[in-house]
């Protein structure tokens, strides 16, 4: 059954998601719909990352807080940094965070929380998986942040993930 459904949700996901952007349920549309949930998943099998452990589960709930934190918090900064502009540049830089989380699944929940937090990219991460660099559309003090990113962050996800 494994082999068949390599994940199963997904493919029932696939199935429904089809469903519902073809706005019908004829035969043709429930069969098309069940082959893609089926195939995609069995064709992107060797994609799939590791199985996730999560050790805490309920660190997740805290991360999730202090990221809508701030990405509220982010969202009025930058906006006010751009609004403010020509009065006071943004030090826009690059900097480099040295990074302990070597899980492949954390590293990947790092890079997606690094996007939806304005005024920040994640923009490369060393071979070794060591060293991200960052740039940041607004930054006062270097290390002041890398200690926020690591402390609101990365040790949450070590936590969950290691």
Do not use: Q
Not at 39 to 50: H, S, Y
Not at 90 to 115: C, H, Q, W, Y
């Amino acid at each position: 059954m494994n082999r068949l459904f390599p994940a199963p949700w997904l493919s029932l996901a696939l199935w429904v998601l089809w469903l519902a952007l073809n706005l019908s349920i004829s035969p043709g549309n429930v069969l098309l719909g069940a082959v893609l949930g089926i195939c995609a998943p069995l064709m992107m099998r060797k994609l799939r990352p590791l199985p996730i452990r999560i050790r805490r589960p309920g660190v997740i709930l805290r991360l999730f807080l202090l990221v809508g934190r701030d990405v509220v918090v982010s969202n009025l900064a930058v906006a006010w940094s751009v609004l403010n502009a020509g009065r006071r540049p943004p030090r826009s830089r690059f900097i480099k965070v040295p990074l302990e989380l070597r899980d492949a699944n954390g590293l990947a929940a790092l890079s997606m929380i690094t996007t939806v937090v304005p005024g920040t990219v994640w923009s490369e991460l060393a071979l070794d998986r060591s060293i991200l660099l960052l740039h940041v559309f607004d930054l006062d003090d270097e290390a002041l942040f890398i200690e926020h990113f690591k402390a609101t962050y990365e040790r949450p996800l070590m936590e969950i993930f290691e």
